[in-house]
């Protein structure tokens, strides 16, 4: 009974308090829970079961440009880490640190990996001699810990799952058109499976990753208006080469450094799908991600031949991810409980039904009911999943659209920040000192130059100077 009620309790209205409603939506669809480790969750099977679709979708992907999957270690020696100035000195606030190995203390403090730059680099040194031994494009799924002030369930933890790509390469040209094609995988994955759309460009030189040349990423934007960076690619050029000492003999018969990337994902990525799908009824999974896209509920399941016509549909479904709900709990509750997890379709079935030869079809994302013939559900099922997928993509690139605004002088950029929500478009002259000078006035952030850049003007919204970029501002996560 007390798990019941716990379903059925109205959750918080995004509306009245998004954050808590976030909150709600985490705990009573059964993704998380929290542990005594502060900071640390448990990611629930109906959680993992999400992050697990996302590394299959993924890898596949992954796998599709040749990337091979290796594992490194989690511990990363101090001397190891000091060998590249920028990075040690971009991840020092957020490093969780080994001092004991049993009951004796370490003669070197082991960092707990918060990346795995300096790991493949070390690796790398030894692996590559030659330039027929390139290129090296590996990824690695695993955890990492970053010991964060403030976390969230999924946007920020200390301990999250993740993938981490590193590759080395022959030559800078080789490297730059890596970065640039992880990021384009990133961002179709995210439109295409998880109905997101995204903004790819660069981020400015302030927000690039520690060591980085160049830091590219995809944004997204979700219901209350807040951008989401849902995925990175980074280009190190040859700075960790020459760190590391990672020369191979090129075919010129002269040593080389290697050029090096990294990109990654995270399980950030299931709080996006939250919060950009998501209503005050819970989850709205789109169904390439979804677990299960199709819920049999049999209506007086206890009747003759309910279950068996429940278990017929199945059988009949089996193309999809599908399962039947024939628990002993009421219909109403069964419905609110497939509601909160985000369940595409509720195919509901009872004794009518089956003498009418037909059910009754629930699209999650609109709540239409649909009455379908049990000769043509098969392809019905099929065509309603494709369209849930194309709307839920359609209604979050109008949400973008509608809640993206130009700032054309300062004025405009603080009254924007200060009474609407979203993207704000704007030139900008490319100077960190400004950038954080917006940042102070506003808690607007730079998100990134767009590849799509459009001439909004000449000068910087903020400080007047000669604009070298247009840029996408906003508040972030």
């Not at 957020?94 to 001092?99: L, N, P, S």
């Not at 590996?138 to 999250?160: A, G, H, I, M």
């Given at each position: 009974m ?17 954050a ?8 009573k ?43 490194l ?64 494009v ?23 799952l ?23 995988v ?31 990423t ?22 960790f ?74 059988d ?37 039904d ?12 609109t709540?239409?009911k ?54 704000v ?53």
């Open positions: 007390a798990n019941e009620k716990k379903m059925v309790e109205q959750i918080t209205s995004m509306e009245e308090d998004f808590q409603w976030y909150t709600d939506v985490v705990l669809a059964d993704l998380i829970d929290y542990t005594s480790v502060k900071g640390c969750m448990v990611i629930k099977p109906a959680g993992y079961a999400i992050w697990e679709r996302i590394q299959q979708e993924l890898d596949r992907r992954f796998k599709e440009t040749g990337v091979e999957n290796v594992y270690p989690m511990f990363i020696p101090e001397s190891l880490l000091q060998k590249e100035k920028d990075h040690v000195e971009g991840f020092a606030p957020e490093v969780a640190w080994v001092t004991y190995g049993g009951l004796n203390p370490l003669q070197e403090r082991l960092c707990v990996r918060p990346t795995s730059e300096t790991l493949f680099c070390d690796f790398y040194k030894n692996e590559v001699e030659s330039y027929r031994d390139l290129p090296k590996y990824n690695q799924w695993c955890s990492v810990v970053r010991w964060e002030k403030e976390t969230r369930p999924f946007l920020r933890s200390r301990e999250f993740w993938q981490e790509g590193h590759t080395a390469h022959a030559t800078a040209e080789e490297a730059e058109e890596r970065t640039v094609q992880m990021l384009n990133y961002a179709d994955f995210c439109e295409q499976v998880l109905a997101i759309p995204v903004i790819k460009g660069q981020k400015s030189e302030k927000e690039k990753f520690a060591g980085a040349e160049a830091t590219y995809i944004e997204a934007l979700m219901h209350d208006g807040k951008a989401l960076q849902s995925g990175t690619s980074h280009n190190f050029g040859d700075g080469a020459k760190a590391f000492g990672i020369q191979y003999t090129s075919k010129d018969n002269k040593l080389e450094y290697v050029h090096q990337t990294s990109w990654g994902m995270t399980t950030r990525l299931i709080g996006a799908i939250i919060m950009v799908h998501g209503d005050n009824s819970g989850l709205v999974l789109p169904p390439k991600v979804a677990p299960t896209q199709v819920m049999i509920v049999p209506i007086m399941q206890k009747k003759e031949g309910v279950l068996e016509a429940a278990g017929a549909l199945k009949k479904l089996s193309s999809y991810r599908v399962k039947i709900d024939d628990s002993d709990k009421n219909p109403g509750w069964k419905f609110a409980e497939q509601e909160m997890r985000g369940i595409p379709l509720r195919v509901e079935i009872g004794p009518r089956i003498e009418a030869g037909k059910a009754l079809v629930v699209r999650r994302d709540g239409e649909i009455e379908v013939s049990l000769d043509e559900i098969d392809t019905k099922i099929g065509e309603l999943l494709e369209t849930i997928q194309k709307d839920m993509f359609e209604r979050a690139l109008k949400h973008r659209e509608e809640n993206t605004h130009v700032a054309n002088n300062w004025e405009e950029f603080k009254d924007i920040i200060e009474n609407k929500q979203g993207f478009k704007a030139m900008w002259c490319g100077e960190t000192s400004c950038e954080e000078a917006i940042k102070e006035e506003t808690s607007a952030t730079t998100r990134c130059m767009p590849f799509a850049q459009e001439k909004l003007g000449d000068v910087c919204v903020h400080c007047g100077k000669p604009a070298t970029k247009m840029m996408y501002f906003g508040k972030a996560y």
